[in-house]
């Protein structure tokens, strides 16, 4: 199903999940090339949120198998899939409301390094990450407000401050769920922007609804239906496609 | 205004019960995401652990302050790797029906052994009687109760603040998802924040058996009190637990005081009033899941 020519970073192979007799993702055979942006797209309950927690390992698969850099990494516990390189998002913002956000990225930069288990240790240890977290910050805009709790960031800045930090994990591969969810029309180009910026020297796989966003970023879209792919290809050769046309609008308009 | 200062610092002490516990029950939530049912029994197990230690064993008030909650610290931590552990993969309620049912065998198992009347524990040596305090007879143990809850809350709060395991703790509690995303290691904290958070149940029952009727049956009401400390503080909040814990407390003395027909009913309207006005509790966040 691949169309890209680049050495895969992640791939899938006849994943599935399933809840009970309801199976969110079906047999999906994904391949993500190394370097390029990927969006997943879909109608709701397409699977997108239930193969990121797979990919993630938030879930572990019913079937199947998932290969991070010619790793298997299926089945594997999330905070020992992040070390290798593969770092998410959260599509509700879920932030540590009063927590500063200097203290979330010191946090992000010291899970890698083991010292999380050096719990005796002062939090002063976490000064020695201070300056890449600011780094962090300034790269998308929030370096002012470093001391502030993340409960009183706006919608768009926690946003910001999510991006933040899934960077400071370092990712290979970066996954962000809905970067642009419930933003206005000027936070979502200057997210399409940041995202422009960040994919240097990455890959990145997103999820999102706007279209705009879609058609921006995305060298590769996969369309996913009732857990399985639809189609899969550039922007604009997936729009064409009559299926997609189908899926998104309903029978009467093919 | 004497009185007023007597029933607060009543307040003070039996809120210093539910602080301490709730604080336990916030943290086991956040980190397991188990509503721990047990929690009411554990309280229980505090207090009638002291009294037995001082009956069959010679151990002193002071003594039990310390080994009571260190031996429920063990309990806790099989209780967690020879039960709990099993089903925290499954629905949130089977842990709930778990540590219900280990409640019901706890409680019946301390019935068989002790049984059900009232087991007398005589406030220590050093505790009795009245102290003068600002030109008011103060009974002294209730200053000293309350006086070692704040300080042990206050304690735990500077290690949640101040310290690496602090951070982690917190995070996985706010967002334990969120923190795994990270690359934070949660699944190493559970058993020890778990034996933690049963200790500080035993602690505020070390602490109550002086001046509670110890009996197996101290847990039930207990546990319906906590819940509904947890509620108004907000589930998952550390700090709201602790505030919460020290206003029912409050609540419930003035009651008692000056509607006692309407001590408890008045906890609970209290706990109506915060969900209607913010149902996700005084300090909760609300995103918690």
Redesign the interface.
Known sequence: MSTGSAPPILETKALTRSFSGFTAVNSVDLTIGEGTVHALVGPNGAGKTTLFNLL?G?LTPSSGTIHFQGRDITGM???RI??LGL??S?Q????????SLL?HLE??L???TG?????????K??GRFHDRGMQHLEEVGLADRANQAA?SLSYGQKRALELA?ALA?EPKLLLLDEPTAGMGLEDVDRTIELIQRLRHGRTVVFVDHNMHVVGSLADEVTVLQSGQILAQGTYDAVRADERVITAYLGESHA | MGSFIQYTLQGLASGGFYALAALGLAVIFGVLGVVNFSHGSMYMLGAVGTVVALDEFGLSFWASLIVVPLVLFVFGVLLERGLVRWLLKLDPLYNFLLTFGVTLVIVDLVKRRYGSSGMPYDTPAGLRGQIALGGLELPTYQVFAALLSVLVCVAVWVILV???????V??AT??P????????????WVTPVFGFGIALAGLAGVLAAPTRSVTADMGTNFIIILFAVVVIGGLGSI?GAVAAGFIVGLVEAFGQAYAPAYAQVLIFVLMAGVLLVKPTGLFG?G?HS
């Open positions: 993630t938030f516990d999330p905070e992040v070390p770092a998410r959260f509700i913002t879920s932030l540590f409301e009063q927590m203290e946090l992000a010291a899970s890698g010292l999380t288990r050096k719990f005796w240790k002062s939090v240890v976490l409960g930090l994990l | 101040k310290t690496r395991v602090g951070m982690i917190r995070a706010e967002e998802d969120r923190s795994r995303a990270l690359g934070v290691n949660v699944a190493m700090f966040s995103e």
